[in-house]
């Protein structure tokens, strides 16, 4: 089983184990979108648009879990992680209670229950969404479109921020693309995130 570390932060160094492959597919976030992922998150918060410390950074897809504790170990004030896959859940689970046991953890389908968040004292959602990449054909594609826009529009508290990792550029309109050599980087925030 191949493992996953923490690249910065609190939990530097941290390994972590890796779930079971889907259909054939492994699908963990690369170092490099990882780093890209929150050099954009330092940044904004660098120009005041973003405060770790009264943000939460929910990963709707978690797999390893690997992104969660990358933003808890780099000042998120808490981390929520959904997966639906047993097995992965499994390791999901193992992995936070080896490294983090204060991480929320749940066993739910993400395209429900991605608003079932404590959002109290929350000033920013931020969803990090790397569904594994036979989602992005056919009809999967506009399943998810709608997820960003219920998550966008939902009346949760608080600004929220869109992060989507994704083998294709769909050609979203009002979505930032940012292309990483084979992937790419959907960014789109409310209204309210400014």
């Keep these: 089983m191949q493992k996953l570390k923490v690249l910065s932060g609190s939990l530097k160094g941290r390994v972590l184990s890796t779930p079971p492959a889907i259909k054939g597919n492994q699908n963990f976030t690369p170092s490099l979108i990882k780093e890209a992922v929150f050099s954009i998150l330092d940044s904004l918060e660098m120009e005041g648009k973003l405060n770790k410390q009264t943000s939460v950074f929910v990963d709707l897809f978690a797999a390893s879990g690997q992104m969660g504790l990358e933003a808890f170990s780099r000042g998120f004030s808490r981390s929520v992680l959904f ?7 499994r390791v999901l689970k193992k992995n936070m209670q080896d490294i983090a046991p204060d991480l929320e953890v749940y066993h739910r389908d993400a395209f429900r229950f991605y608003k079932e968040i404590n959002c ?33 529009n939902s009346s949760l508290p608080g600004k929220k921020m869109l992060i989507l990792q994704a083998g294709e550029n769909p050609n979203w309109e009002n979505f930032e693309v940012k292309r990483y050599r084979n992937n790419y980087l959907l960014i789109k925030t409310d209204a309210t995130f400014t």
């Excluded at 997966?83 to 859940?89: D, K, N, T």
């Design 83 to 89: 997966e639906l896959s047993s097995e992965r859940f």
């Design 120 to 152: 109290e004292n929350v000033e920013t959602l931020v969803y990090f969404l790397d569904l594994p990449y036979s989602f992005w054909n056919g009809s999967s594609k506009e399943k998810i479109y709608k997820l960003t826009e219920n998550i966008l």
